[in-house]
């Protein structure tokens, strides 16, 4: 008996072999007319030769589609084009910009830069003297009093607005919308002029961190709306017909099936605040040594740090600069690392 096998599917919109060759040769030519245009031309610089690729590349990949297959695969071909220099132009500051950091930041790490502090050097010494221990326990203290705070708070406003919507949600939500574009030098000042000098009277890491937890809360509770707004009604539907009070309801089915959107939540606050500078320049003091207590005296921070070291001036300051941008990079890299890793796992049973 002879068997008919299924034939296997097929993707008509994969390249094959010919296809890619056909690419790499109009890249080559989008190459070469861009040199020649610019060898010929006043056009200069590195945005000419970029500006130009992009529009000899569209103009042949579209003109060939035009001969060989009509005008719509021709469109097709020039609104891919776009989608590629859309991915571009957003790919290459990112680039740059680490590129640039790591590069001039590894000339500022040695040995000592992460088990010492400033209190007995300044920016202007040599390299190896002194280090970033003070700023990066800092900005770690600073990071972890701001999460204790506004995570709380943000969530709980989120709740109110997509599960409670009580009398007060518009107000509320304006309020949330509003304090969003707040910028970061009114938090300081007003942190400073309503706790710090009527109150503590003080510099102190919980100071920024009030500051920082304004700038935070916003952050969380829209990005928290938005992720329990995703949340189908009929889990919610499904926990009441189950006899589940309200709150049950929210604590064992919305919050844990929104459980990774509100990791992402937490991710974009830190990033909202970890670089923030002009609040801790207003409220922390900026100490040069570790300072285990973040309720009394001074506190650096890495933020502070390199604007202290910039500010110096000299060719070691600057390359001390350099170095904690670096630090500070990897640093939230790593907090955006564990926090992704916590929103991944598995709730066990």
């Known amino acids: 008996m002879t068997t008919i096998s299924a034939p296997a599917p097929t993707r008509p919109w994969k390249a094959s072999p010919k296809d890619r060759l056909r690419d790499v ?18 056009m200069k610089g590195k945005l000419a030769y970029f500006g130009l690729f992009f529009i000899f590349y569209m103009a042949l990949t579209a003109g ?5 297959r009509g005008s719509a695969a021709a469109k097709d071909a020039f609104v891919n084009s776009l989608v590629a220099i859309g ?34 050097s300044a920016p202007t010494d040599p390299i190896a003297s002194g280090g970033l221990l003070h700023a990066i326990t800092g900005t770690l203290t600073l990071v972890v009093l701001a999460l ?7 969530i709980l406003t989120a709740l109110y607005l997509t599960e409670i919507r009580g009398s007060l949600t518009r107000p509320i939500q304006f309020l949330v919308q509003a304090m969003s574009g707040v910028p970061s ?15 503590t009277k003080g510099y102190s890491g919980f ?33 009441v017909a189950l006899g589940g009070t309200q709150w049950r309801t929210v604590a064992m089915i919305v919050l844990p099936a929104a459980r990774s959107g509100l990791i992402t939540a937490v991710i ?44 110096a001036g000299s060719p070691e300051a600057i390359t001390r600069a350099w170095a904690g941008l670096l630090v500070l990079m990897v640093l939230v890299l790593i907090l955006f690392s564990l926090a992704r890793l916590l929103g991944t796992r598995k709730v066990a049973r």
């Open 64 to 68: 060939f589609q035009w001969f060989t």
């Open 185 to 199: 030098i009114v938090a300081g000042l007003f942190i400073l002029s309503a706790v710090l000098y009527p109150i």
């Open 148 to 154: 204790i705070m506004s995570i709380p708070i943000g």
């Open 207 to 239: 100071m920024g961190a009030l500051a920082l937890t304004i700038l935070m809360i916003p952050t969380v509770a829209r990005t928290s709306q938005e992720v329990l707004k995703l949340i189908p009604n009929d889990l919610r539907e499904a926990g």
């Open 25 to 42: 040769a109009l890249f080559l030519f989008a190459i070469v007319g861009t040199y020649v245009v610019v060898a010929v031309t006043p």
């Open 268 to 311: 974009l606050g830190i990033a909202r605040i970890a670089g923030e500078t002009a609040p801790i320049l207003l409220l922390t003091g900026g100490g040069d040594r570790v300072n285990p207590n973040a309720f009394s005296g001074s506190i650096g921070s890495l933020p502070y740090y390199i604007w202290k070291s910039f500010n």
């Open 87 to 120: 991915a571009v132009v957003t790919v290459i500051p990112i680039a740059s910009i680490i590129v640039t950091v790591v590069v001039k930041g590894s000339k500022g790490l040695h040995m000592g830069l992460l088990t010492t502090d400033m209190s007995m």
